[in-house]
């Protein structure tokens, strides 16, 4: 529920992995964050965006897991982390920043 109303939120054939709020872009509206399996036959995952100021669904990654190794995600500390690397957003689009930890 969202603003007195109830959406629905699947994964089109898969599961929600994680799921967490986060301000990508600043406006100081945390937004929903999910890592998600999904697919019909070939295995996918997927991290995406639901945007509760536009209330639109913005794709981070997906990769098709018959071609591309899985990866990991991780939140922490308000920092989103793909694989280990910090995963930013500028300038209209996202980046994967190495990290030292």
Do not use: A
């Not at 599961?15 to 070939?42: A, M, P, Q, R, T």
């Not at 794709?59 to 995963?87: A, C, M, P, T």
């Amino acid at each position: 529920m969202y603003n007195e109303k109830i959406y629905r939120f699947d994964t089109f054939g898969g599961y929600h992995l994680e799921l967490c709020l986060w301000d990508y872009d600043g406006n100081g509206k945390k937004d929903l964050v999910d890592f998600h399996s999904y697919g019909s036959g070939i295995p996918y995952l997927g991290v995406d965006i639901f945007d509760l100021t536009t209330m639109k669904y913005i794709e981070v990654l997906h990769r098709n897991l018959l071609d591309e190794k899985e990866f990991s995600f991780d939140y922490k500390e308000d920092i989103i982390f793909i694989d280990g690397q910090k995963l930013t957003y500028d300038g209209g689009r996202f980046h994967l920043i190495i990290q030292d930890k």
